[in-house]
């Protein structure tokens, strides 16, 4: 029997209520993503990437179809599934460390030695060394959002599902954490639905790219990248990759029309 997909959506339809009107977000969204593979999703603004995402996380009940994760429906959020949101939401009260330490203190009601390592490392992989004990309201929008996804990282999720996370960093900063994610990806594996504005970073970084119609969104476009891993820095100069990511940016630009 073939292993179940870890994400398999049928037919997800999301239909929001305002007022005495409604807002048809998503309609008849099927995809299905392979385990440890990581798909890019692309879309023009308001198409529903993050009601898709967030629908996903069982933030959000579907009000047609269904998400099923590893075989299962989801029915609420899940310790397997970690998220990083646009905004990082922090706890304002809480140090950099005890912030990313809080899905493990919330789930098992206290941290181990091996928890706090962890954090280190993640502290140090996303570039805030020195600013463990710092409060999120001393540290720059970018590196807020560094803390963000070290939080999602820590607890070393099945799933890890990110909504554009690398939108508050500076060109330079964006493209080391693409590339870090990427090592920690090809280190830890994982499942990674990453919705991007970028059509260069979902091209080098995914081995799927989705590119969304507008609303209501579904799926206009799967391809896979034509290009090998690892990749790295140099990649982003394959001929292959830029040939793809023009061709993506043509579909954008034909539903933006
Ligand atoms: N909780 C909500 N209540 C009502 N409408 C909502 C809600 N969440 C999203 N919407 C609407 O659903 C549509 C899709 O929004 P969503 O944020 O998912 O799009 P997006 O593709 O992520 O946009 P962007 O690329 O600009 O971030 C929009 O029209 C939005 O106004």
């Not at 392979?34 to 996903?56: M, N, Q, W, Y």
């Not at 693409?178 to 080098?204: D, N």
């Not at 790295?232 to 933006?256: C, I, P, Q, V």
């Amino acid at each position: 029997m073939r292993a179940p997909f870890a994400l398999h959506l049928k037919g997800l339809g999301q239909t929001f209520a305002i007022g005495k009107g409604t807002v048809e977000a998503l309609r008849n969204v099927t995809l299905t993503v392979d385990r440890h593979e990581f798909v890019a999703v692309l879309g023009p603004s308001g198409c529903g990437k993050s009601t898709l995402l967030r629908s996903i996380a069982g933030l959000l009940k579907p009000t047609a179809g269904s998400v099923e994760v590893f075989g299962l429906p989801v029915t609420e959020p899940r310790d397997d599934i970690g998220i990083v949101f646009q905004k990082p939401t922090l706890l304002p009260w809480a140090s950099v460390e005890d912030n990313i330490l809080f899905p493990a203190r919330h789930k098992r009601g206290s941290v181990t030695r091996a928890d706090r390592q962890r954090a280190a490392e993640l502290i140090e992989i996303t570039g805030l060394s020195g600013f463990a004990a710092r409060l999120p309201d001393e540290l720059s929008g970018g590196m807020q959002q560094r803390v963000g996804i070290a939080r999602a990282l820590h607890m070393d999720p099945d799933i890890l599902l990110m909504d554009e996370p690398f939108s508050a960093l500076d060109a330079l900063t964006r493209e080391e954490m693409g590339f870090e994610l990427l090592r920690i990806w090809e280190a830890r594996p994982k499942t990674v639905l990453f919705i991007t504005h970028s059509v260069a970073e979902a091209a080098l970084l995914a081995d799927r790219v989705v590119v969304m119609s507008g609303r209501p969104g579904s799926v206009a476009t799967d391809m896979k990248v034509p290009l090998a891993r690892p990749r790295d820095a140099a990649s982003a100069n394959d001929g292959a990759l830029h040939e793809f990511a023009g061709y993506l940016r043509s579909l954008l630009l034909k539903r933006a029309a």
